[in-house]
């Protein structure tokens, strides 16, 4: 995953709301997000798409859902 300055993260493998303000979120399984919110994001939605095991995405994310899978959310 490279050099990260992360101070935590959160792992994620229910589908219950987690808030908080990430800036990397590495899926460990294949998953899908349910909700997500992300600042200065444009374009469509990530919510409802598949992200296969070990994919990361980067942000500033200040909150997400998954419908299944598995997550690791590290903090900023």
Same mark, same amino acid.
Do not use: P, S
């Given at each position: 995953m490279g050099m990260n300055y992360s101070v935590g993260a959160e792992f994620i493998s229910d !589908? /219950?709301?987690h808030? %908080? =303000?990430f800036?990397?979120?590495y899926f460990k399984e294949d998953s899908v997000i349910s909700a997500i919110t /992300?600042?200065?994001y !444009? %374009?469509?939605s990530l919510a409802g798409e598949t992200f296969v095991? =070990? !994919?990361e995405i980067k942000g500033v994310f200040t909150s997400i859902?998954? !419908?299944s899978g598995a997550a690791v959310a590290y903090k900023i």
């Open positions: !589908t /219950a709301e808030t %908080g =303000r800036n990397c979120i /992300a600042q200065d !444009t %374009g469509n095991a =070990r !994919t859902t998954l !419908t």
